[in-house]
């Protein structure tokens, strides 16, 4: 159980498109879910939790114009890379926390984004 | 701010050794503690989660130990295998935010 998937894996976009990323729960309800970026030889870093139903809190110096944030269901949250630049290019990861569980997360196998 | 320090960077240990990974927190008022592991340019994986009520915590060949008051947390891998080769990271979640915070990792080679 507590199971929490990623697509795409992997995606290559060209400079200054956009690219969305969802990550779903696959057998449970997640209240809360998180975005991470990790860039490479690095530890994760948050970049915005989301609560099903409401809009997402950004960490600071996260640009919430360009990390679009959309968790529109209890096992559905969207990350969207608006006017993507080769400096985002990073390793995505999706984490969620169940209501019943004690507040352990769940993560997502991530998703690495080029921009060329 | 919750700070968190992962000793040592990296470790290559031979086949069968016991090891012991260490993490450190400033900020002692969590709520839990999780130690995951990941494969390069994977996701995470749980190993372990301890309770800050809790001391220890242990899932076959790993134990983690926990000091909530001196900030400090242990994850002890016995009778280490290549198959444990990964990234070790700790991550506590601090009580007031309810976020993770996650060390920069020990990197583990385990040699045949």
């Known amino acids: 159980g507590a199971v929490v998937s990623q697509h795409p894996s992997w995606v290559i976009c060209k400079s200054g498109t956009s690219v969305k990323i969802e990550c779903r729960s696959l057998?449970?309800?997640?209240?809360?879910m998180f975005w991470y970026r990790q860039f490479p030889k690095q530890s994760l870093m948050l970049m915005a939790t989301s609560n099903e139903g409401s809009k997402a809190t950004y960490e600071q110096g996260v640009e919430k114009d360009k990390f679009l944030i959309n968790h529109a269901s209890l096992t559905l949250s969207t990350l969207t890379v608006t006017s993507a630049h080769p400096e985002d290019s990073s390793f995505y990861i999706c984490?969620?926390?169940?209501?019943?569980?004690?507040?352990?997360?769940?993560f997502g196998p991530g998703t690495r984004l080029t921009v060329t | 701010k919750q700070e968190v320090t992962q000793i040592p960077a990296a470790l290559s240990v031979p086949e069968g050794e016991n090891l012991v990974l260490n993490c450190s927190f400033t900020d002692s008022a969590i709520y839990n503690l999780q130690w995951f592991r990941q494969d390069p340019g994977k996701g995470l994986t749980s190993l372990l989660l301890?309770?800050?009520?809790?001391r220890e915590q242990t899932s076959g060949r790993l134990n983690a130990s926990l000091d909530k008051s001196s900030g400090r947390s242990t994850l002890y891998i016995a009778a280490s295998q290549p198959g444990d080769s990964a990234t070790y990271l700790c991550a506590p979640l601090t009580g007031t935010a309810s976020k993770l915070t996650f060390g920069t990792g020990t990197r583990l080679q385990v040699t045949l």
């Open positions: 057998d449970f309800q997640a209240t809360t």
């Open positions: 301890i309770q800050s009520s809790q």
């Open positions: 984490s969620a926390r169940s209501r019943v569980s004690s507040y352990e997360q769940y």
